[in-house]
């Protein structure tokens, strides 16, 4: 498909083994487990090229596919443990990925399953931004910072308000008065695979932030977050 004669990649990542929440990449919202939502919406992408699947479980990988992702390998164990990092795991699968098929692609897209609100219309819209940017050579979904706003935060001893570290005026503002903040959400990221491949990672002076709505925000990372979801899916 691509755009604008620009290749792309996507890749799905879902190691098993989480601690926080046993099993979050599979768990089921509406009959159907977390993993296949962003496996649908690559697939639904009007300018995706390929989809593959990041797993180091054979369980996994079957769902993957079974919903039209693509698996080249298992993801080796030194990629699969609690400290390997996102990146290096996405850059061993597009290395992997031309070894088997000898296929260079231009942009790479990492979906993760505990973002299932990231949709296809907003895949497409991100890879257009990105690639019609005249400077960035990255993208990070975002959210506004809200409530928990740093001139917000505070620390206590003793049970009794502390410090304001970010406020040291200890005054409480509105918050439409205070500078825009954002956070990266976890709900997209894509990236010029050389530009990854040099920098190896997806945050830079040149990374355009998407303010996503406030409802594609949301992320899985414990019991109470699938709570909420389940509603909202």
């Known amino acids: 498909m691509s755009y604008k ?9 879902a190691r098993s083994g989480s601690k926080g929440l046993k099993n979050k990449n599979i768990l089921k919202i509406k009959n159907k487990p977390l993993l296949a939502y962003p496996v649908e919406y690559a697939k639904k992408s009007k300018l995706i090229d390929k989809i593959l699947i990041s797993t ?12 039209g992702a693509i698996l080249n390998d298992l993801r080796p164990r030194k990629y699969s443990s609690d400290n390997s ?4 795991t996405v850059l061993y699968e ?4 031309f070894l088997k098929n000898k296929i260079i692609y231009d942009y790479v897209i990492l979906l993760e399953p505990t973002s299932p609100m990231t949709n296809n219309k907003i895949i497409d819209d991100c890879i257009k931004k990105i690639i019609n940017h005249k400077i960035a050579k990255s993208l990070i979904g975002v959210g506004v ?11 206590k001893k003793n049970n009794l308000l502390d410090t304001m570290p970010y406020n040291r005026k200890i005054k409480f503002y509105r918050r439409q008065d205070l500078e825009n903040l954002y956070f990266f959400d976890g709900s997209i990221y894509i990236s010029e695979i050389n530009y990854l491949k040099k920098v190896k990672s997806f945050i830079s002076k040149k990374t355009f932030l998407y303010e996503m709505d406030k409802i594609n925000n949301f992320e899985i990372d414990d019991i109470y977050d699938f709570q909420i979801l389940e509603r909202l899916l």
């Open 5 to 13: 004669n620009k290749t792309i990649l996507c890749i799905i990542t």
């Open 85 to 88: 990092s996102s990146i290096d």
């Open 145 to 155: 910072v809200k409530s928990q706003h740093p001139m917000f935060l505070a620390t």
């Open 94 to 97: 597009i290395t992997n990925d």
């Open 56 to 67: 180091d479980s054979i369980k996994y990988a079957k769902i993957a596919k079974k919903y």
